[in-house]
């Protein structure tokens, strides 16, 4: 039996088992951004969902493959719909890192989330506006200034 099961893999080529691989990944780089992005331990998914807190860290890992309830049940736990871990996977089945930027991101708006004191959680919010606001500003002066630049090189 072993011999006939090893055939069976042996035919589906290494691709197939590779793209398996990737995807697996990806879903489970997915529903670990998620967590944290609502703020989550790994402790508190795993009983949201019923599991132990080991097989969380597996399927975060792609280690173990999820089934379709399974996924379904991670889907409602984290309020996105099934389709949300499977956006930005590859046409090839390859799995695209987060940049640093993107890192970052999560980690802000996981602490954000942290922050139980709503005067402060605001605060913070018009700080951010205001930091962006003056680097909008920066950004349209420096467009402004090499226009002219180029204008008076012209004239």
């Not at 967590?35 to 949201?48: D, F, K, T, V, Y």
């Amino acid at each position: 039996m072993a011999g006939a099961r090893q055939s069976r893999e042996e035919e589906k080529g290494e691709p197939q088992t590779q793209r398996a691989t990737e995807a697996d990944r990806h879903v489970g780089h997915r529903i670990r951004e998620r967590r944290i992005m609502l703020g989550l331990s790994q402790h508190q998914l795993a009983q949201l969902i019923g599991v132990t807190y080991q097989q969380a860290h597996k399927y975060e890992r792609g280690l173990n493959r999820i089934s379709s309830g399974r996924l379904f049940g991670i889907a409602q736990a984290l309020g996105v719909p099934i389709a949300w871990f499977f956006e930005g996977l590859g046409e090839g089945g390859g799995l695209q890192e987060a940049s640093p930027r993107q890192r970052l991101c999560l980690e802000m708006v996981r602490n954000f989330a942290l922050i139980e004191d709503e005067e402060h959680r605001e605060a913070l919010s018009q700080m951010v506006r205001a930091l962006a606001l003056q680097a909008q500003s920066t950004a349209a002066e420096a467009v402004e200034g090499d226009s002219r630049a180029g204008t008076g090189r012209a004239g």
